[in-house]
Nanobody
Framework: VQLVESGGGLVQPGGSLRLSCATSGFTFSRYGMSWYRQAPGKERELVAAISSLGRSTNYADSVKGRFTISRDNAKNTVHLQMNSLKPEDTAVYYC?????????WGQGTQVTVSS
């Protein structure tokens, strides 16, 4: 199983970023996918999750209405569209899948929101 995140960077408050996670090594369309984030000195937290066929999503309260998770099962990719970014969204963002009872993580992509 491989998960490779991309799309992070430095953005001003109020700006937008779109994260992507390219996956391989498992049947992508059969598994729910999640995005987590970890800020310095804080525990890793769930940001958003999407069901295997994309019919169901859920979000942390702190990002509801600003972030949107989506997936492309033809390309084995999951995305996180982040709008109206705030300084408190600064963190390393990780893609996650629970496959055969094991949590797999990507290497993470840094998102920094600062003026």
């Amino acid at each position: 199983v491989q998960l490779v995140e991309s799309g992070g960077g430095l953005v001003q408050p109020g700006g937008s970023l779109r994260l992507s996670c390219a996956t391989s090594g498992f049947t992508f369309s059969r598994y729910g996918m999640s995005w987590y984030r970890q800020a310095p000195g804080k525990e890793r937290e769930l940001v958003a999750a999407i069901s295997s066929l994309g019919r169901s999503t859920n979000y942390a309260d702190s990002v509801k209405g600003r972030f949107t998770i989506s997936r492309d099962n033809a390309k084995n990719t999951v995305h996180l569209q982040m709008n109206s970014l705030k300084p408190e969204d600064t963190a390393v963002y990780y893609c996650n899948v629970l496959w055969r009872s094991i949590n797999y993580w990507g290497q993470g992509t840094q998102v920094t929101v600062s003026s």
